[in-house]
């Protein structure tokens, strides 16, 4: 399609009455640079005294992966482009409500089942047994998962691990922020941390982690038939 752009986006499952639903925030724009920094795993570390040397080389868990970009917002762009009830909210309130979405991306949500929609389920019966074990746990808070979304070739399970804001602009009717930039911090869940993600979530954040090794590994391998036309012109043979 011509003009068609594709954009980024961040995508949190939100538990609702009766169905899940998707708080899809797409970037209004692209960010012009990223940082993607990796981490490699600790290794194991001098032995104790006493014990056997073990192996320098052997390392514990996987690396850690982390994505840092700036987003640009802008209320004056979202009235222009015609939408009349994002335009409304945005003559209303500036940047607040893609600011808040962000912002509720760092505080935790309780477990699926817990709060007001697990009280109504068992209210009516969707919950199982009516009669809670006395032993129960009391279903822990997390702070939210996220899709992050970058093309086809990039969807990752992450979380928000930092998020700065700088407001730039305000109208000069109520001080809303009418021009900003959010300085976001992403940090990807590895396996063994996405065993602990349940709820509508958890299922597709592990399917997004295992396509992704799997296509970082298929291009590894692409990349072999480069290396191998490199090597030949490197040998003095």
């Known amino acids: 399609m011509a ?96 600011l808040a979405a962000l912002e509720m991306l760092l505080f935790p949500t309780a477990a699926p089942g817990s709060g007001l929609i697990g009280s109504i389920s068992s209210a009516l019966g969707l919950g199982g047994s009516s009669s809670p074990s006395p032993t129960q746990q009391v279903p822990a808070a997390q702070i939210p998962t996220v899709l992050f979304v970058w093309g086809p070739g990039r969807i990752v399970p992450v979380r928000v691990s930092g998020l700065s804001i700088t407001e730039k602009l305000y109208d000069s009717d109520l001080l809303n922020p009418t021009h900003v930039e959010a300085q976001i911090t992403l940090k990807v869940l590895t396996p063994d941390e996405l065993k602990y993600v349940d709820g509508p979530l958890g299922s597709l954040a592990n399917t997004a982690s295992s396509y992704m090794q799997t296509l970082r590994e298929a291009l590894a391998l692409a990349n072999l038939a480069n290396a191998v036309t490199s090597l030949v012109g490197m040998l003095p043979v």
């Open 3 to 98: 003009g068609f752009t594709m954009k980024g986006g961040l995508i949190e499952f939100t538990e609702t009455f009766p169905i899940p639903i998707p708080n899809v925030i797409i970037f209004q724009y692209n960010p012009e640079t990223m940082t993607h920094a990796w981490t490699p795993a600790t290794t194991g570390g001098a032995p104790a005294p006493g014990q056997a040397a073990s192996n320098p080389l052997a390392i514990s868990g996987q690396p850690t992966e982390s994505f840092a970009f700036t987003l640009a917002m802008d209320s004056n762009d979202t009235i222009a482009d015609g939408n009349a009830v994002v335009a409304g909210i945005a003559e209303l309130s500036g940047v607040y409500s893609r």
